[in-house]
């Protein structure tokens, strides 16, 4: 098949790709230095590493530096936390950045179309560390304005930062609040790129708003949203270490809802690290990422080609 | 064509990677070959010449340090340290100081890429991962160099900082030992007629003393219902140098201020549950702020805030003097353990060499001096004399006129993570003896039967790994009261167990008996 | 347009829903704001508060008093963003072109050495030892726009997803039916054509660069080379790191910069933005109008 292809294309014609080819240099050189050969350094996770012989030189260790992470009795509970959270994250993230996207393309006042479009985007300027104040100052047991309220109300005070049955909640919108203009503007982009005279003529049929927006918008978002999507399943196994460390405060009655790899990761390692083992989980997350994405990427490419990734 | 594509790539990138390698290799079997061999100054009869070179070209010392914020005098700290150490090292100094918040990062990059460094200051619990990834050199083998360190610090301490053999580094000079303490403000505690002589004798063998401290922060509590009683980070569970000789990491321990030397699990003793019970008592009736598990604000920060009466630290000598500076309040300190010397305490951070250096030899003899010149341990504390500090009529250190805490250029008053301050001035408002107080209370205190013994954590390391995690998980909740004691020491014993605690305790134990059997 | 009922009523429900929405992006920002013009010692005591009972401009004294280190950081952090930002944009788009063509030998390969990136990293140490050993970035400027930074194999695929999306492949054929190379195509099809793509992509580039202060506290040890997020984050590093150490003289903690001036800092982090923000929103409405019209 490969071969067939090949020969359809004579030598001039492959002569008008030169250009595209050398367009591609400068950014596929920079992935070469800053992604490629550090890569190689993955082998940390497998050798008991000294400074004299080097990454490659060091002698190998197997799966040793894998033990603290696997075989631990958390192990369960992060890799399950840091799995749900991640796709409630996608799904809340994708659907409301949807919502948002078609609303503020949809508003016809100018001007306040600009300022909502820019505060979207406000909470991803504020440092997570800086967010984790924002959060205490509604949540602090003592001074929190939440239980100011409850109490001014003749209610109990909620201990927040001991009580882990709201902890998820309060993750998923802390996310949200700070990451969801990210994915809003990228649906921005797309929906203002659809030709308009697709909706004048669907107005022309008689088609309500919300038929146009199921029956045109929807459609031309989705090969943004598969891309997303499948760049976010490569991901599934990470997770913010400040959201899930700073805005808890550390709090230890909430470590069942809010460990997850990257911070028990921390927390094992914070006396003695040891490149070897915190590479280790490295290694675990993308790998489990890798096989994710392939397999979802076979799906997409069996069902809708166009879509894939590769 | 396409194989062709991907075959020069996959060539472009192993090229790079066996540059990549070279660098690591080379870079490390340099420092390798010398590693072995610090005899570079050896002479014909096979005795070292320990005498320093005042004629060849300068050597320069990377010398890492830690400091409280970066001033702007910075450089001039430099070059006052670079001339002196001309004058007295034919060397050079290149200082690169780094703050707590980065330290942690930086150093583990430099160490590991093999950057140019000498001279360190080393954590005590990361040394099994320094010493298996060769990033340190054993002191022992430099000995002929460091008599000056031998002189400042005596044989007990010297070698503090062994661990299976490896003479890691040397202990700062400081107090020796850490009992716990509780600040109290002295106006709220005058008014309400309490003395500190009715506190004297606090300590672990009677609980019923504790209730005079239950009782104290009742009557202000009723005093002043709306300040919080005690805040801060600081809680007794947590204090554990207080109470035992912790080991390294609290994970099995010697009980009774390490004269013991059964390792046992402190989190099932009584004791650990008595003041667990403490913090429960002060967290239910209201003394203890309702943020405190999470609150990350020092105790000092809180009581200068004006709203908070007391908190928790481990005190020494002058612990009144420096607090009043610190708050603003005259404090009252409540002692509430004995002093004990052990290995954890003594050796919880030290000054290395590492592997890295180019002059082994050389960087031994400028630490060997760090440790002796007073001159040195006040610049890099105080900044350049006349400038950011001048001596007072007392022989103490203060600003010079004009000069506050904001506008000066160089100020970081971290003598404790400094090679000796006590070669160097105090700061004003200490007593004029103050060094002299600190040697009295440094020979003292009772000394841990497992004194200079220091576990390798390599066969446990993954069991380590997990206990920090579920200590973490526990230590806050169950040390300030948040949790029952009484049903949250089991169940974090349970993880603890289910983490690898007996196979920790059983390999310290094995190690301890035969550190105890090569002692005799 | 006609306006009918319906849709007037569809423009008062969507906006009522979106003043809702920006009131809760903007609101914790006002917070932080306020925080940072709240009295110290009362912060401390009576905790966050929108209406806080004393008002206290030390904060910004402190921050006025060390002008010349935030002004450095400032400097540092603008010149950074603009040289990374601009390069970004440049090589991604240079990238994700010829990605998007369909018939390009090779591309799925080209595709997948791209997306691979974003599953394996072979962690820090190893590029630091790049980085620092082999092209010797340590303490300089370059530390901030190289590492990372520089191009992300996310905003090439995003790129490519729009320009295969919204750009008629019939108008590249119609560019080379008149004799255009690839070259021409992208200069001067796919760069005006792809502007709201362009502006997305280098704001999130720039919003990257703006807030990282990750190359900062790996690649930067001399304090006169701080990023003003890497200043920040210095800042807060410190204060937690001295609270977290039993043993530690916490004499040191008094010395660092109190809760209202770590809210002042991030506030004055922020407001840049919020300034240049507008400016950049009617470019990035712009482009989106040239999109829409076009076809």
């Known amino acids: 098949m490969k071969q067939e292809k090949k020969k359809k294309l004579t030598p001039a014609q492959y002569k008008q790709f030169i250009p595209l080819y050398i367009m591609m240099i400068p950014g596929l050189l920079y992935l070469l230095v800053n992604n490629y050969i550090p890569m190689t350094g993955i082998v940390v996770a497998f050798k008991k590493y000294n400074v004299n012989d080097g990454i490659y030189g060091s002698p190998w260790n197997g799966f040793k530096n894998f033990e603290y992470l696997l075989t631990s009795n958390d192990a369960f509970t992060i890799i399950r936390n840091t799995f749900l959270y991640n796709v409630a994250f996608i799904i809340v993230n994708n659907i409301v950045g949807i919502i948002l996207a078609i609303m503020i393309c949809d508003v016809a006042h100018k001007s306040l179309k600009k300022l909502y479009q820019s505060s979207i985007l406000l909470p991803f300027l504020v440092s997570i560390v800086v967010t984790s104040y924002i959060v205490f100052a509604f949540l602090s047991h003592e001074n929190g304005m939440f239980n100011a309220f409850l109490t001014s109300h003749g209610q109990e005070k909620i201990f927040w930062y001991n009580t882990p049955k709201y902890w998820p909640f309060i993750l998923i919108l802390v996310n949200c609040w700070k990451g969801v203009g990210y994915g809003t503007l990228i649906y921005i982009a797309t929906v203002s790129g659809i030709d308009g005279t697709f909706y004048e003529a669907a107005a022309l049929d008689g088609a309500n708003k919300w038929q146009q927006i199921t029956n045109i918008t929807l459609p031309f978002l989705i090969p943004s949203v598969i891309t997303l999507l499948l760049m976010s399943i490569g991901r599934i196994f990470y997770s913010d270490f400040g959201l899930f460390y700073q805005i808890p405060q550390n709090s230890g009655t909430l470590f069942p809802v809010t460990n997850t790899i990257d911070t028990y990761v921390y927390r094992a390692l914070i006396s003695s690290g040891g490149i070897g083992r915190s590479s280790a989980a490295g290694v675990f997350q993308s790998v489990v990422g890798f096989t994710l994405v392939c397999f979802s990427n076979w799906i997409v490419s069996r069902t809708s080609p166009d879509n894939a990734i590769f | ?520 | 347009m006609i306006k009918s009922r319906g849709e007037k009523i569809y423009q008062v429900v969507i906006n009522i829903i979106l003043v809702i929405v920006t009131l809760c992006m903007i609101l914790p920002l006002v917070l932080l704001f306020m925080c940072s013009i709240t009295e110290e010692n009362t912060l401390v005591a009576n905790g966050y508060s929108f209406f806080p009972a004393k008002f206290g401009l030390e904060a910004y004294a402190y921050i006025m008093q060390n002008y010349a280190t935030v002004f450095r950081a400032y400097g540092i952090t603008i010149l950074v963003t603009v040289i990374g930002t601009f390069t970004n944009i440049l090589i991604t788009s240079m990238l994700a072109f010829p990605l998007s063509i369909e018939k390009l030998p090779g591309r799925k390969f080209f595709s997948f050495f791209v997306f691979f990136t974003m599953l394996f990293n072979g962690g820090l140490v190893p590029s630091y030892i790049m980085w620092t050993t082999q092209i010797g970035i340590k303490n300089t400027i370059w530390a901030y726009i190289l590492p990372n930074f520089l191009m992300s194999a996310f905003n090439v695929i995003l790129m490519r997803t729009y320009f295969r999306t919204s750009i008629p492949t019939t108008l590249y054929e119609a560019a080379q039916v008149d004799g255009a190379t690839y070259f021409r195509v992208y200069r001067s099809l796919v760069i005006p054509l792809g502007k709201p793509i362009f502006v997305t992509v280098g704001l999130f580039s720039g919003l990257g660069y703006w807030n990282d202060w990750t190359n900062g506290l790996y690649y930067i040890t001399k304090s006169n080379m701080l990023s003003i997020q890497a200043l920040l984050n210095k800042m807060i590093q410190d204060i937690q790191a001295l609270a977290s150490m039993s043993t530690a003289d916490s004499g040191a903690l008094l010395a660092l910069p109190a809760v209202s001036i770590r809210m002042a800092i991030a506030f004055v982090a922020i407001l840049p933005i919020l300034i240049i923000y507008p400016f950049l929103e009617k470019y990035f409405a712009s482009g989106i109008m040239l999109g829409a019209v076009k076809g």
């Open chain 2, 1 to 520: 064509m396409k194989a062709k594509k991907i075959f020069a790539t996959l060539m472009a990138a192993t090229m790079a990677a066996t540059v990549l390698a070279g660098c690591g290799g080379s870079s490390g079997s340099s420092a390798g070959s010398s590693a072995s061999a610090p005899a570079s100054q050896e002479t014909a009869s096979g005795e070292a010449d320990t005498s320093i070179d005042m004629e060849g070209e300068p050597y320069t010392v990377n010398f890492c340090y830690l400091v409280a914020q970066e001033g702007a005098d910075q450089q001039k700290v430099n070059e006052a340290v670079n001339e002196l150490t001309m004058r007295e090292l034919n060397m050079k100094v290149n200082m690169i100081p780094m703050t707590f918040g980065t330290y942690s990062n930086q150093i583990q990059l430099m160490l590991s890429s093999g950057e140019d460094l000498d001279i360190f200051p080393a954590f005590a619990a990361n040394m099994a991962d320094y010493i298996t990834s060769q990033y340190i050199v054993d002191l022992n083998d430099y000995e002929p160099y460091l008599t000056g360190v031998m002189d400042v610090m005596g044989e007990e301490d010297y070698y503090a900082g062994t661990v299976a053999g490896f003479l890691t580094g040397f202990p700062r000079m400081q107090e020796r030992g850490y009992p716990a303490g509780l600040v109290v403000r002295k106006d709220i505690f005058d008014e309400l007629g309490y003395k500190i002589e009715d506190f004297a004798g606090i300590r672990p063998d009677n609980w019923d003393d504790y209730q005079k401290v239950t009782d104290l922060f009742a009557a202000v509590h009723e005093a002043y219902p709306d300040m919080v009683v005690l805040d801060g980070t600081v809680s007794l569970g947590t204090s554990t140098y207080a109470w035992t000789d912790v080991l390294s990491d609290t994970f099995g321990v010697l009980e009774n201020y390490g004269q013991n030397t059964t390792v046992t699990n402190w989190f099932e003793t009584d004791q650990f549950y008595q003041l667990a019970k403490l913090h429960r008592t002060w967290f239910e009736n209201g003394y203890e702020s309702a943020d405190i598990a999470t609150n990350t604000d020092s105790g000092e920060i809180k009581m200068k805030a004006g709203n908070c009466f007391s908190f928790l630290l481990y005190y020494k000598p002058n612990t009144a003097a420096e607090k009043l500076s610190q708050t603003g309040y005259e404090v009252e300190v409540i002692e509430l353990s004995d002093a004990c010397k052990m290995t954890t305490g003594v050796a919880s951070a030290v000054f290395s060499i590492a592997n890295a250096s180019k002059d082994k030899v050389k960087a031994a003899q400028f630490l060997n001096w760090a440790y002796t010149n007073g001159e040195f341990n006040d610049l890099i504390n105080w900044g350049v004399e006349g400038l950011d500090w001048v001596e007072d009529e007392n022989g103490n250190a203060c600003y010079p006129e004009g000069v506050t805490a904001a506008t000066c250029g160089y100020h970081n008053d971290y003598g404790w993570i400094y090679p000796n301050q006590f070669a160097g001035h105090a700061w004003v408002g200490n007593d004029a003896d103050i060094w002299d107080q600190y040697k009295v209370y440094n020979d003292s205190m009772m000394t841990s039967k497992a004194y200079g013994f220091q576990l390798d954590t390599t066969p446990v390391a993954t069991e380590i790994a997990q206990l920090n995690t579920v200590w973490s998980q526990y230590q806050k909740d169950v040390c300030f009261g948040i949790l029952d004691p009484d049903t949250a020491i089991k169940e974090m014993n349970d993880a603890m167990y289910a983490a690898g605690l007996q196979t920790v305790i059983d390999e310290k134990q094995k190690q301890l008996d035969e550190w105890l059997a090569a002692q005799n």
